[in-house]
Nanobody, 123 residues
């Protein structure tokens, strides 16, 4: 079992940066595909980024490609989302997720989720 806890959200101005962190518990953190999702008010959660168990494979939704970077440190049981050039339309609750398989994670059917952290970008 994996427990996930996000941190690093906050209020920033457009063009600024934030780094989200997701700390995982358990000895098997490195065996999970990790990802970030976000949820706009009244909408379903949507995929933002994913990273393979080793960190060698990553994927991003088109709207954040080139601005966001996902990374992980398995020694620290932590996955990160570096968000640069933030836009007001990035305002959302951001969630960390873990799954055993790549497609399972990206489809939103992750087994484990964090509680979320709010990111607000003002114009």
């Amino acid at each position: 079992q994996v427990q996930l806890e996000e941190s690093g959200g906050g209020l920033v101005q457009a063009g600024e940066s934030l780094r989200l962190s997701c700390a995982g518990s358990g000895r098997t953190f490195s065996s999970y595909v990790m990802g970030w999702f976000r949820q706009f008010p009244g909408k379903e959660r949507e995929f933002v980024a994913s990273i393979s168990q080793s960190g060698g494979r990553t994927d991003y939704t088109d709207s954040v490609e080139g601005r966001f970077t996902i990374s992980r440190d398995n020694a620290k049981n932590t996955v990160y989302l570096q968000m640069n050039s933030l836009k007001p339309e990035d305002t959302a609750a951001y969630f960390c997720a873990a799954a055993r398989l790549w497609d399972t994670l990206k489809s939103g059917r992750a087994v484990y989720w964090g509680q979320g952290t709010q990111v607000t970008v003002s114009s």
